[in-house]
């Protein structure tokens, strides 16, 4: 069984920083795409940024130049290091996997509140 453990969400002022973290225990094989999913209240799950076992990454237009995804595929990790937060950035942030031949693992949720 695979767990994902986020951490790092909180409160943080506008222009302020954050790192989020996920780290995947149990038995995974063939480690894919990692990324960041995120919800606010009353919207649709989003996609916010991504990263394949290339190296190659994705983000959002509206992340752009403020966000980046990392990964450190030994420790089964993902990071997303976000700068420069808006208001607009408050959600409840989840780290996803692709791994295997084709399974998906979601982690918890971490919130994040960009908030004076």
């Known amino acids: 069984q695979v767990q994902l453990v986020e951490s790092g969400g909180g409160l943080v002022q506008p222009g302020g920083s954050l790192r989020l973290s996920c780290a995947a225990a149990?038995?995974?094989?063939?480690?894919?795409?990692m990324g960041w999913y995120r919800q606010a209240p009353g919207k649709e799950r989003e996609l916010v940024a991504d990263i394949n076992k290339g190296g190659s990454t994705y983000y959002r237009d509206s992340v752009k130049g403020r966000f980046t995804i990392s990964r450190d595929n030994a420790k089964n990790t993902v990071y997303l290091q976000m700068n420069s937060l808006k208001p607009e950035d408050t959600a409840v942030y989840y780290c996803n996997l692709h791994w295997g031949p084709s399974f998906t693992s979601w982690g918890q949720g971490t919130q994040v509140t960009v908030s004076l």
């Open positions: 149990g038995t995974i094989f063939n480690l894919n795409t």
